[in-house]
Nanobody
Framework: VQLQASGGGSVSTGGSLKLSCACR????????MAWFRQAPGKEREFVTG????????NYADPVKGRFTISRDNAKNVAFLQMNSLEPEDTAVYFC????????????????????WGPGTLVTVSS
């Protein structure tokens, strides 16, 4: 399984970006998909995740109401729409897949995710 995130870039405070995570190989439609981020000097942290059927999502408190995760199982792609971006959102964003089939919960723990993409940088300037 290969994950490739794209869509990162530089924006000003209040701006928007949409990240994409393309999945090659495996069975994308059966995986929980998630986004994590890692800011300079900080540990990787959970941002949001979505179950295989899109019925359940989970968001970290700092991004609730601003970020939206979605997926297109027909195209093997997950998305992260980020609005009202703040300088504190500056980080490398990683997409990840939990290979447990048909899982109905979204874990916030990095250890639960088997497959990771290389990350895409998001920079928000004040």
């Amino acid at each position: 399984v290969q994950l490739q995130a794209s869509g990162g870039g530089s924006v000003s405070t209040g701006g928007s970006l949409k990240l994409s995570c393309a999945c090659r190989g495996g069975t994308f439609s059966t995986y929980v998909m998630a986004w994590f981020r890692q800011a300079p000097g900080k540990e990787r942290e959970f941002v949001t995740g979505i179950t295989w059927n899109g019925e359940t999502t989970n968001y970290a408190d700092p991004v609730k109401g601003r970020f939206t995760i979605s997926r297109d199982n027909a195209k093997n792609v997950a998305f992260l729409q980020m609005n009202s971006l703040e300088p504190e959102d500056t980080a490398v964003y990683f997409c990840a897949a939990d290979r447990t089939l048909w899982r109905r919960v979204v874990s916030t723990r990095t250890e639960e995710y088997t497959y990771w993409g290389p990350g895409t940088l998001v920079t928000v300037s004040s």
